[in-house]
């Protein structure tokens, strides 16, 4: 069993503002500390570029030049999104648990606490519906929740899942770290901004 922080990307053939990946559209990037410069620079892209909107008056104006202007919105937009979530894989089975859905991002990751601490369930976006529940013990992983009877359901004990996200965590703490180090080569002006700011975005706190 293995739960990982994925990033959702899309090719960006035209982006010359740094290095970045080749990937096609409506994939996911796995989020760790083994990553290449260039699928930091991909991870890095995709998270600005999803906050790339008009920020409100307060947060100053847009700078002219591309790259001032391209992480504007990271750098001041005060709810931060990522696009993804924690993908659960069932090896034995093949099955996965695609967290990562509408109106849920990494930046909602610490649901999965809620399930094992909090109320004992959360919902993960749709299409798919995907739900996570406490009963007792178990946690149950199911796909489409709407799919009443027809969904297909992985279910784990609550210290597995425990740890399962205990690592998914630190996947991401790692993923912050080589991006920090990633910043301070390719962006040196903006890189304790930038990494500030994708702690935010991950949920992860500045000081993390």
Same mark, same amino acid.
């Given at each position: ?94 099955? $996965? ?37 406490? $009963? ?21 004990? $609550? ?50």
């Amino acid at each position: 069993m293995v739960m990982q922080p994925v990033l959702e990307i899309f090719a960006a053939d035209d982006f010359t503002l740094w290095p970045v990946g080749e990937h096609k559209s409506y994939g996911y990037l796995v989020l760790n500390g083994k990553l290449t410069p260039a699928e930091v620079g991909t991870a890095v892209m995709r998270i600005a570029d999803y906050n790339d909107f008009e920020p409100e008056e307060e947060h100053g104006p847009c700078p002219t030049d591309p790259l001032g202007a391209f992480l504007h919105g990271l750098l001041t937009m005060p709810d931060l999104l990522a696009a993804g979530g924690f993908r659960v894989t069932d090896n034995a089975t093949d099955t $996965v648990f695609v967290e990562p859905g509408c109106c849920s991002g990494l930046e909602t990751w610490r649901d999965w606490l809620e399930v094992l601490d909090g109320s004992g369930c959360s919902y993960f976006g749709h299409d798919p519906s995907s739900m996570a529940e406490r $009963v007792g013990d178990t946690v149950r992983l199911t796909l489409d929740a709407h799919a009443k009877d027809d969904s297909p359901v992985i279910e784990l004990p $609550v210290d597995q899942v425990r740890a399962l996200v205990t690592g998914a965590q630190q996947d991401l703490r790692d993923f912050l770290g080589l991006a920090g180090t990633w910043a301070e080569q390719h962006l040196p002006t903006y890189a304790a901004a930038v990494t500030v700011a994708l702690a935010r975005a991950l949920d992860l706190g500045p000081t993390q």
